[in-house]
């Protein structure tokens, strides 16, 4: 089967501007996460969709982070307008649904550089 | 609230040597815990999952782990290190609710010759 797939896979932009990031899961997986992942740290997620409707957000900063799901398949996460802390690796991931003994299975991620 | 520590940010063995990343976990629930690798550039890849089955579980590349719960550990081993195991690894806890896997800060394996 197709894996989790990410676009872009780098982004470099100023601060103050805006980036967007898209999501396409694997077909037949309700349940889509968005982590971000710092430098040196492990990843945390910022939101998280069970088909299009929003199950957990509440580790995303509203001010400035929106993320959509529309009908139920792919997702965009968009940070408007960025700062030098949002520079981190964006990790999209899925699962069939919520059940507790599954894993995830991630994409390749978007490194977003912010200067 | 669940939560996982790493014991060591950076691990480093000698090719064929045994592996061992430890990971101890918090939670009021019976837990599910997993370990993911990350390779350079790449996203996370699924290793092995802990399910309250068996206590020893095998996962992929050789690696195996073992659910301690009175120690509230699930280490990480590996008998012999090879140097594509080189990465970056990952152990993560399931919540109850909605179930989000959180992770801890992660290992970074060096393996030299």
């Known amino acids: 089967e197709a894996g989790v797939a990410q676009s872009p896979r780098y982004k470099i932009i100023e601060k103050r501007q805006s980036v967007a990031f898209w999501c396409n899961p694997i077909s037949g997986h309700a349940t889509l996460y968005w982590y971000q992942q710092i430098l040196g740290q492990g990843p945390k997620l910022l939101i998280q969709?069970?088909?299009?409707?929003?199950?957990?957000d509440s580790q995303l900063p509203k001010d400035r982070f929106s993320a959509e799901r529309l009908k139920g398949v792919d997702s965009t996460l968009k940070i408007q307008p960025a700062k030098l802390e949002d520079s981190a690796v964006y990790l999209c991931?899925?699962?069939?649904?919520?059940?507790?003994?599954?894993?995830?299975?991630f994409g390749s991620g978007t490194r977003l550089t912010v200067v | 609230a669940q939560s996982v520590t790493q014991l060591g940010s950076h691990v480093s063995v000698s090719e064929g040597a045994l592996v061992l990343l430890r990971c101890n976990y918090s939670?009021?629930?019976?837990?599910?815990l997993f370990w993911y690798v990350q390779y350079p550039n790449q996203g996370l890849q699924l290793l092995l999952k802990y399910t309250s089955a068996a206590t020893l579980v095998k996962g992929i590349n050789g690696f195996e782990a073992e659910f301690k719960k009175s120690e509230t550990s699930f280490h990480l081993t590996k008998p012999s290190a090879h140097m594509s195991d080189a990465a970056e690894y990952f152990c993560a806890v399931r919540t109850g609710g909605y179930n989000k896997l959180i992770f801890g800060a992660g290992t970074r394996l060096a393996v030299h010759p």
């Open positions: 939670s009021s629930v019976p837990p599910y």
């Open positions: 969709f069970q088909n299009n409707g929003v199950v957990d």
């Open positions: 991931a899925s699962s069939l649904d919520q059940k507790p003994n599954q894993g995830y299975t």
